[in-house]
Nanobody, 125 residues
Framework: QVSPVQSGGGSVPTGGSVRLSCVVS????????VAWFRQIPGKDFEGVGG????????YAADFVQGRSTVSQDVSKKTVSLQITNLQPEDTAMYYC??????????????????WGQGTQVTVAS
């Protein structure tokens, strides 16, 4: 299994934006989406958003609704996550994953198969 390769991230000021990219060269047979997760120090992983590969439909967690965009460039095998108006509470390690996505009880669910290496986003207060 070849893992996704991430780029982007770094330190940004409050109110700034960040664009994270994820190059995926191989998918598992059940993968139908690329999802983004994050882990804030001392807390569990939480889903940020994702994109269905066939339809291009996207979803986003409530905490980034209206300030995030997930997109894909099929020719470059790249999925990107852009978040604007970043706040200090967005400081986290962000991961892209190839996954089997579905809607469970009205909520987006992603079962990861392969994880990117992670990229740190630090929002200066």
């Amino acid at each position: 299994q070849v893992s996704p390769v991430q780029s982007g991230g770094g330190s940004v000021p409050t109110g700034g934006s960040v664009r994270l990219s994820c190059v995926v060269s191989k998918y598992a047979v059940n993968d139908n989406c690329v999802a983004w997760f994050r882990q804030i120090p001392g807390k569990d992983f939480e889903g940020v958003g994702g994109i269905y590969l066939d339809s291009g439909d996207t979803y986003a967690a409530d905490f980034v609704q209206g300030r995030s965009t997930v997109s894909q460039d099929v020719s470059k095998k790249t999925v990107s996550l852009q978040i604007t108006n970043l706040q200090p509470e967005d400081t986290a390690m962000y991961y892209c994953v190839t996954a089997a996505c579905s809607i469970v009880n009205g909520l987006a669910s992603a079962v990861p198969s392969s994880w990117g290496q992670g990229t740190q986003v630090t929002v200066a207060s």
